[in-house]
């Protein structure tokens, strides 16, 4: 039933790698209105290291919104921790418009992809954005003092360089599996770009690129201080994305074509991600049967299928999903 809560379910499960989840919601607006005691969530599971119970939440009576996690019930030191053990993926129907929005949401979508190869990705973007509203306050006083703007800016430079690179190294990795494998797919082949931060410039050391990045700092104080924000750095890069077969900018594609494309994509990195760690990634894909065709639908269960992890799909009309046969188990969510 459509508002039954299928979502929720997905949501719960996405909540099981770091961050907020595919909703992005804050973790105060995942607990049910007018509960107390906030939200958790448990499994058991059979994972990268083995047999493992995971357990996380907040919890509003000592009115922390900070999320915790057990693991084995013993309490984690940073929910980067969950990574140990899964990796988690999603597609959402929110994520439809993801090649004709606003380069951030891109981005955030790109960062996602890179933390499910190396997990020190988010701890490194939180960090260098923290550096950066640091650098933005100072900036924004009307003497700031060089020496301590030199520190933090040094800081941004090392994260920032780290940042671009991990994003580098996955879209190379991704690039060359989707060229390796496009042949066998009825979906379309993403070709894919980093475009916005020293392009052209990676092939540098990454002590050069830091050094680069930390002169352009130094040298755009005054500027950055007139606009109110930093004008340069990782957080201005966008991802572009063709359409190989048709050699298209993937935004000018039609919708059909941008959610074959994005399909097309996630199913390329699920593969990546299953190469890399020797174990499939928990696929979670929303209303996915809606847009594709039948013929898409029976192969998209197929390649699901192949990559020998688990997946939890949702619809509203079972007969979308008939061509999976006896390979699933299907749920009915019903309201009450």
């Known amino acids: 039933d459509n508002g039954a809560g299928k979502t929720n379910l997905m949501e ?4 099981l790698s770091p961050g907020r ?9 995942i607990t049910r209105v007018n509960a107390a005691g906030g939200f958790s969530i448990f499994t058991e599971l059979e994972g990268m290291d083995g047999s493992v119970e995971i357990g996380t939440g907040i919890d509003t009576v000592d009115e922390s919104t900070a999320r915790r996690l057990r693991i084995n019930g013993t309490p984690a030191k940073t929910v980067d921790e969950l990574t140990d053990h899964l990796r988690v993926l999603w597609l959402t129907p ?45 900036l924004s006083e009307s003497r700031f003092d060089p020496s ?19 994003r580098q190294e996955m879209l190379g990795l991704l690039s060359r599996l989707i060229g390796e494998t496009r042949e066998t797919t009825p979906f379309p082949s993403a070709a894919l770009e980093l475009s916005g931060f020293l392009d052209g410039q990676f092939d540098r050391p990454a002590v050069d690129l830091e ?23 990782p957080h201005r890069a966008d991802l572009l994305v063709r359409h190989r077969e048709k050699d298209m900018e993937a935004e000018r594609c039609s919708t059909g074509e941008q ?17 890399l760690t020797g174990y499939a990634p928990i ?21 699901i299928d192949g990559l020998g992890g688990q997946a939890f799909m949702t619809g509203t009309d079972k007969s979308m ?3 999976l046969g006896e390979r699933a188990q299907f749920f009915t969510v019903a309201h009450g």
Do not use: C
Not at 106 to 129: C, I, K, T
Not at 288 to 299: Q, V
């Open 321 to 323: 999903f008939s061509a």
């Open 211 to 233: 050094d680069t990045y930390a002169d352009m700092l130094r040298e755009g104080r005054y500027r950055d201080a007139a606009a109110g924000r930093t004008l340069d750095g």
């Open 283 to 303: 696929l979670l894909l929303d209303e996915i049967a809606a847009h594709l065709d039948e013929g898409r639908r029976a192969a998209l269960f197929d390649l």
């Open 21 to 29: 989840g595919l909703r992005r919601a804050a973790y105060t607006d």
């Open 12 to 15: 719960a499960v996405s909540l």
């Open 148 to 166: 301590w703007l030199a520190g933090i800016e040094e800081q941004m430079a090392s994260l920032g360089i780290a940042m671009a690179i991990a």
């Open 94 to 138: 929110a994520m439809d418009g993801l090649f004709t929005g606003g380069s951030s949401e891109r981005r955030r979508f790109l960062d996602r992809l890179v933390l499910s190869l190396d997990p020190a990705h988010g701890r490194r973007a939180s960090d260098f954005e923290r550096a950066m509203r640091s650098r933005n306050k100072l």
């Open 259 to 275: 959610k074959a494309l994005l399909v097309g994509l996630i199913l390329a990195h699920a593969r990546l991600v299953g190469n």
